[in-house]
């Protein structure tokens, strides 16, 4: 119950409401009204937890507010800023490729002509040419940049700071900074002989470096459920705690002696993985577990749960609002409210050790699934199988690793030596997740909606009331095994995806663009293909398709042509459209490459396409002078896309890839008749739209694809506000995921799935 107000006090005082403050004083003074004498003590510390909390959130939401930073970010401002970055990684996708960000104390911001001395976090980015450069930045040093400044969202930080020049060096590493800088180096030093998965994967499960995790391997671990070994974890720190202190058994260290021991190793791993906020908040979780399971026993779990909740959320309020922490909160109760009963419940016919393996990753998964569907849209079908395999793999590797690490400058010939051990139970979780992201049911789309969400929870309480009854009787869980083995090889139908007469799909490919027009039973026409492969590729086997007559390119940035070979791959491809003005372009090699035998078409203003039903009328292509070609954030670039109108069964749709004002003041002057049902709003939504372009299209419905919480404010507020003013319906693919247009009776529908 503490925990449980102390929650929702840092919830409610984050809202930023002082006013709440006031609701909190008056919650805790009807409970004590209605409290019975017994309940009044349980009562008062409730309450004063809730106001405790409520207080401690609402001063630093105020203080945060009226931070320069803060202050400068909400008006966007470019400022002169010296900043302490910690380890960057890349993490997104755009026109310039992926994008590197790390977290960074500011130390002082000049702007306006004055100068202010700070400390907050803030996340700083860097793309394209930049991207490089900041990468060689040492965690820990002082560096001055320009950056632009946005506000953040999540409170995790006080503004994103994407930069706008190279990073001037003022002060190196301090000796801590650099000690670690050297251990971390030499985990990969250790490991730089291994194959390029394992090579990747063991920094990630050791101290949660991903920089060298590609893509591709990262999808397969999101498809299997496996995306937790990718991060900072409690177990990482519970895994090493626990062989240490075997060790230290072994050794004769018993009492508090052990404790202590206990004590320098969790330090050691804060210290290695950096004092960061996921980094503390995985610390507490791994001690609350080791507590709970090893020194407390399972009956003291979750007090110990709930004193690591009040601790982290009194130290950063914003945790309440954090989807990690709920998941690493749900994790953690899971596995001590059902992993010592199932393992008790097993043991009469495993080891114990197998035992354990079983029981704590069903039950993690259980309890945490719904979350992870809400955010998500997918259930990992394959994620328990692929947990179970992987469990006794975790942990030889991830302390394997961790001695790698350690060893790494004092005797690197042995820290070679650990690293290759590491990397052997590394691969096997690589072979793990490839294998089963590999299997056509391994992930399942689930509707997110209450109703649906609702629906999974039940089905996730009805499991965990029902495995211990599998877990004693092996017949049935045989026969269930057998059956989600079935499911995996022979997917079930997703409920309400596709819907029957979907006409156009824009597919949620992230940060980037692809759009489908149905031209037959088993076939489309493709405009653009997002920036990744996978993303496309499933869109695709989604909606049954297996030929392309045509895949159409609007202008070659990464985040509308690095999908091609998605498309390609397994499929039919009849005929490649490209715009005839700007053929030279660097870009246009990665396509020719991707697609090879592939005849290609030059497009024109006039040009039409077909296929079955569908019609595409190539409406306006800007001239393009070449001057600025291979430059990914080339604003004549995007201004040289492809506008094309799209009709098919009846709808009208206007693609015009990134066009920005010049281009669609170009298509306003050039074209007759822009008018259509269903708009692919330019660019993303970006703020460079013009309003006659929106008010000539007149569009019913408006598309925006973007990626979750991209880098780049896409969409801008002020175009959703002039969409909006048009009276078009919006649709959002970070928002809704894939959105299917199609006519019921003239009546325009849209369903979405994520």
Wanted: aromatic share 6%; charged share 10%.
């Amino acid at each position: 119950m503490l925990a449980a107000a102390t929650w929702a006090g840092c919830w409610l005082g984050t809202s930023g409401v002082t006013t709440l403050l006031v609701v909190g004083l008056g919650v805790v003074v009807a409970l004590l009204v209605a409290g019975r004498r017994w309940q009044r003590r349980i009562l008062i510390a409730a309450g004063m937890m809730l106001l405790a909390g409520v207080g401690l959130a609402s001063a630093r939401v105020w203080f945060a507010e009226g931070d320069p930073v803060a202050l400068l970010a909400v008006d966007g401002a470019v400022v002169s800023v010296d900043v302490r970055p910690s380890d960057g990684r890349l993490v997104d996708t755009g026109p310039g490729g992926a994008i590197w960000m790390t977290p960074a104390t500011v130390q002082s911001i000049r702007a306006r002509g004055t100068e202010w001395r700070s400390g907050v976090a803030v996340m700083l980015t860097a793309s394209g040419a930049l991207r490089q450069r900041w990468a060689q930045v040492p965690a820990g040093a002082v560096v001055r940049a320009t950056a632009k400044l946005s506000a953040a969202t999540d409170g995790s930080f006080t503004a994103w700071a994407s930069v706008r020049s190279g990073p001037e060096a003022l002060a190196p590493p301090n000796p801590l900074d650099a000690a670690v800088n050297a251990v971390r180096a030499g985990l990969r030093e250790a490991v730089a002989g291994l194959p390029p998965a394992p090579r990747a994967l063991v920094p990630a499960l050791v101290v949660g470096d991903t920089s060298a995790v590609t893509s591709d391997l990262g999808e397969q671990f999101r498809i299997t459920g496996l995306t937790h070994l990718l991060a900072v974890s409690g177990a990482n720190l519970t895994l090493m705690l626990a062989s240490l202190l075997w060790v230290a058994s072994r050794l004769g260290v018993l009492g508090w002696w052990r404790r202590g021991v206990a004590l320098i190793g969790a330090v050691a791993f804060v210290l290695l993985c950096r004092a960061e906020p996921s980094v503390l908040r995985a610390a507490a979780m791994g001690l609350v577990g080791l507590a709970a399971l090893g020194w407390a026993g399972p009956r003291q779990g979750l007090r110990f749960l709930s004193a690591g909740i009040i601790g982290l959320l009194l130290i950063d309020p914003w945790l309440s609002r954090s989807v990690g922490f709920v998941l690493s909160v749900l994790a953690s109760a899971g596995i001590i409210i059902f992993g010592p009963v199932w393992t008790r419940q097993l043991r009469g016919w495993l080891p114990r050790w197998l035992a354990e393996a079983i029981t704590v990753p069903v039950a993690a998964q259980l309890v945490t699934q719904p979350v992870v569907t809400a955010i998500s849209g997918q259930v990992s079908v394959v994620g328990l199988f692929a947990n179970l395999v992987a469990a006794p793999l975790v942990g030889p590797g991830t302390v394997l690793g961790f001695a790698a690490a350690w060893l790494s400058v004092p005797l690197p010939p042995v820290a070679a030596l650990l690293g290759w051990g590491a990397g052997g139970f590394a691969q096997a979780l690589c072979w793990v997740a490839a294998a089963g992201s590999a299997l056509p049911g391994a992930a399942l789309v689930w509707p997110v909606s209450p109703v649906s969400i609702a629906v999974l929870v039940a089905a996730c309480a009805v499991a965990l009331t029902a495995l211990p009854l599998l877990w004693r009787r092996r017949w049935l869980g045989v026969l269930t095994a057998l059956a989600l083995v079935v499911v995996c090889l022979r997917p079930l139908a997703q409920p309400g995806w596709p819907p029957p007469g979907w006409l156009v799909v824009s597919c949620d490919v992230g940060q980037g663009d692809s759009t489908l027009i149905r031209a037959g039973p088993d076939a489309a026409i493709v405009i653009d293909t997002g920036p990744d492969t996978r993303h496309v590729d499933r869109c695709l086997d989604q909606l049954g398709v297996t030929t392309v007559p045509w895949l159409i390119l609007t202008h070659p940035h990464a985040d509308h042509i690095s999908g091609v070979a998605g498309v390609v791959s397994g499929r039919e491809v009849g005929r490649l459209l490209l715009p005839a003005t700007n053929t030279g372009a660097v870009g246009w090699r990665e396509v020719i490459a991707a697609a090879p035998g592939v005849p290609q078409v030059a497009a024109a203003p006039g040009l039409v396409v077909s296929a079955g039903q569908a019609t595409v009328t190539v409406l306006a292509l800007r001239p393009f002078t070449g001057a600025a070609a291979g430059s990914a954030d080339s604003a004549e670039e995007n201004d040289s896309s492809l506008v094309v109108r799209v009709e098919t069964g009846g709808l009208r749709m206007i693609v015009g890839g990134d066009v920005e004002e010049a281009g669609q003041s170009a298509a306003v002057a050039t074209v007759a008749d822009l008018r259509a049902d269903v708009l692919l709003v330019p660019h993303h939504g970006s703020g460079h739209q013009l309003p006659a372009f929106l008010q000539a299209v007149g569009a019913r419905v408006a598309l925006f694809s973007v990626g979750l919480d991209n880098d780049y404010g896409h969409p801008a507020a002020r175009t959703v506000s002039a969409v909006t003013a048009t009276g078009a319906r919006s649709f959002r693919t970070d928002r809704e995921g894939s959105a299917a247009v199609w006519l019921d009776a003239g009546q325009l529908m849209v369903t979405t799935q994520r």
